[in-house]
């Protein structure tokens, strides 16, 4: 099943027992979770009729039991497996032999990025009709993406902003929608959304990203990154995605760097890596004054501040501090601050 057809049934209140949602664009499944659940919970049911549970951590007998507990309040009751393909492969016979016969009056929902169809539950999942995959959209769908999101707010955007949205935040389905919510606020419904409303909004589109700290990082600014991180810090954002933002950057830039030594030419490394021809050739001129150890360092630089953003207890303040004074001191004539 595609997605558009999943939203058609969704309009027509229309569900299965067992549902498999699965792909690289997050966003998309994440989206396509709260549309079904919008269909069967009401607000005050979901505490009782909802629950959730992780592959990594999940025992199938609880996941099954969980699917064979009759609703509360609401007609069905959502169990929501999530990153399905982390469960052991010795939860498949349980979890098949359920979705064999499953409970009318439970959707069981199972979600994950990728799908190994030689292990019997993926195999038998794969299968079912209501099985959606979710690609990650190419760089030329994203344009039409951001005007039909616009478009069910009720707003309309020129081609040049939203060429400039994708460049301020990149292909990131989530970051885009975050922006989008933002615009829609400010500007409201029933008008044009253009460049200089991106302006207007912030001043500068670019440095309320969490991209532009990643960029700045990135070619050694070590004042501008620090701007960067106290304007990102001050919206309350959640700063694992400031650092996401940073790891997605620099892979990008080693697999670019990695490419310019295959001479892979720009075109074709666009289309490779899903990003716009544009953004390749800003990449590119990046990459291109850079080594491929300083890449290993960085990339060291960012698995330390993840495992010390999570476990440590550290603020995060102190976390990307340090961060941007290994990415910027010694690089462009940056100094340390004294």
């Known amino acids: 099943m595609e997605p558009r057809e999943l ?7 229309e569900l299965a027992p067992v549902i498999f949602l699965w792909g690289e664009e997050s966003w998309l499944v994440d989206e396509a979770i709260r549309q079904i659940e919008a269909v069967i919970l009401a607000p005050e049911s979901r505490a009782f009729d909802h629950e959730v549970f992780y592959g990594d951590e999940a025992e199938p007998q609880a996941i099954v039991s969980a699917a064979q507990t009759l609703p509360w309040l609401a007609s069905q009751r959502v169990v929501l497996v999530r990153e399905a393909e982390a469960l052991p492969r010795a939860a498949d016979p349980a979890l098949v032999a359920y979705c064999k016969q499953p409970s009318p009056s439970t959707c069981l929902i199972f979600t994950a990025q990728r799908a190994e169809a030689s292990r019997a539950l993926f195999a038998l999942l794969l299968k079912l009709p209501w099985a959606v995959r979710f690609r990650r959209l190419l760089a030329r769908d994203l344009t039409a993406w951001i005007e039909q999101r616009l478009a069910t707010r009720g ?40 460049v200089e409303s991106l302006i207007a909004l912030t001043g500068d589109m670019r440095e309320s990203s969490a991209f532009e700290l990643a960029r700045l990082l990135s070619t050694g600014d070590l004042a501008g990154a620090m701007r960067a991180w106290e304007k990102f810090a001050s919206s309350g954002e959640y700063p694992g995605l400031a650092l996401g933002a940073i790891i997605h950057h620099v892979r990008q830039l080693w697999r670019i760097k990695l490419a310019q030594h295959a001479g892979t030419s720009p075109e074709r490394l666009a289309r490779e890596l899903n990003i716009p021809a544009f953004t390749i050739r800003r990449l590119s001129t990046q990459a291109a004054a850079l080594g491929t150890e300083q890449l290993r360092q960085w990339l060291d630089a960012l698995l330390e501040a993840d495992q010390t953003l999570k476990r440590s207890g550290l603020p995060p303040r102190s976390v990307f501090e340090r961060l941007i004074l290994r990415f910027c001191v010694g690089r462009g004539g940056a100094q340390a601050p004294t």
């Open 7 to 13: 939203e058609r049934h969704l309009k027509r209140n």
């Open 155 to 194: 707003c309309r955007i020129t081609s040049e902003a939203s060429a400039a949205l994708i460049e301020a935040v990149g292909n990131d389905l989530r970051l885009l929608a975050t922006e989008i919510d933002k615009l829609v606020t400010f500007v409201g419904t029933q008008q044009a959304i253009g």
